[in-house]
């Protein structure tokens, strides 16, 4: 479905095979076993109508692809012409999309697309945000795996849509050493050498510290390519980039919200991950109007 890719950020691929699992696995959660029974009883079968699908407040869209994609499941001959892509800043009232075609499959598909775009616009508007706030310095701003289950690829690619980075996608292309880790292995010492003995060339190991004194120790030991500081104070943060002194990557985490955002890229770490613009980011408003 050409039309489909055709409207993902320039700067975020996403594989067309999850947006067709995703996009028939929300289908099949609506429609049930009968289908749109409400339009199959009061819409005739033969009716077409033109819809416009809407941002009603402004914001950065992300999920276009998925809207196309749900039409075209339910009807494959449908028309649509869009009107942006994703990663495009709009105001309010904008015209995303139309589309021309059956209107049963316009009105069962429209739910499940205005889902998506809305879910995935608000994290792409939260990120931008993030990314404004910061515009200037060097801090990049992250994801984290906070995200709906069955929806990570999605969540992230929105995050790169609002100018973001992503942190790892999952359990298996990093090594990521927490508090519990160190405390299983044995201290910090013992946790990166395990952790070097076993890496791959091209994998990556970053560690979590609490403390500037947990920090000294990485340093001693240097083996880390990352280091986290969780739950840091600014002030902390300033001598952990100083303590540091340019030998490996240091991200900040823990409470990464909007009104400290600013502050913390003015202590000199690299990146600063936060949870909040996937699990809490507000859905952007987004709708469907029938123009028949």
């Known amino acids: 479905m050409t039309v489909t890719t055709s409207l993902l950020c320039p700067d975020a691929f996403l594989s067309p095979l999850e947006i067709d699992a995703v996009v028939t696995r929300a289908l099949a959660e609506d429609l049930g076993r009968a289908g749109d029974v409400t339009s199959i009883a009061t819409v005739p079968e033969d009716t077409r109508a033109r819809a416009v699908v809407m941002a009603r407040k402004a914001g950065v869209i992300a999920g276009l692809p998925f809207v196309a994609a749900a039409f075209l499941k339910l009807d494959p001959h449908i028309k649509i012409e869009a009107h942006t892509r994703d990663g495009a800043n709009v105001a309010a009232r904008t015209a995303l999309m139309t589309v021309n075609g059956s209107a049963r499959a316009v009105l069962s598909a429209e739910r499940v697309g205005l889902n998506i775009l809305g879910r995935l616009s608000g994290i792409a508007t939260a990120t931008h945000e993030f990314v404004r706030r910061v515009k200037g310095t060097k801090l990049r701003i992250c994801c984290t795996r906070k995200t709906t289950p069955g929806l990570r690829a999605l969540e992230k690619y929105a995050v790169r849509c609002g100018g973001g980075f992503n942190h790892r996608f999952g ?89 400290r955002i600013a502050e913390i890229a003015a202590t000199g770490v690299d990146y600063a991950s936060s949870g909040w613009i996937t699990h809490s980011a507000p859905n952007l408003d987004v709708g469907l109007d029938i123009e028949m």
Not at 182 to 200: D, K, S
Not at 245 to 255: C, D, K, N, Q
Request: hydrophobic content about 50%.
């Open 171 to 259: 359990l298996d292309d990093a090594i990521l050493i927490k508090d519990n880790h160190i405390a299983v292995a044995g201290g910090i010492r013992a946790v990166l050498e395990r952790a070097q003995a076993c890496a791959g060339h091209l994998v990556k190991i970053e560690i979590e510290v609490d403390t500037l004194e947990q920090l000294r120790e990485v340093v001693a030991v240097g083996i880390a390519d990352a280091v986290l500081l969780d739950n840091m104070d600014s002030d902390t943060m300033r001598q952990a980039v100083e303590i540091a002194g340019g030998r490996f990557t240091l991200e900040a985490s823990g409470g990464i919200e909007l009104d």
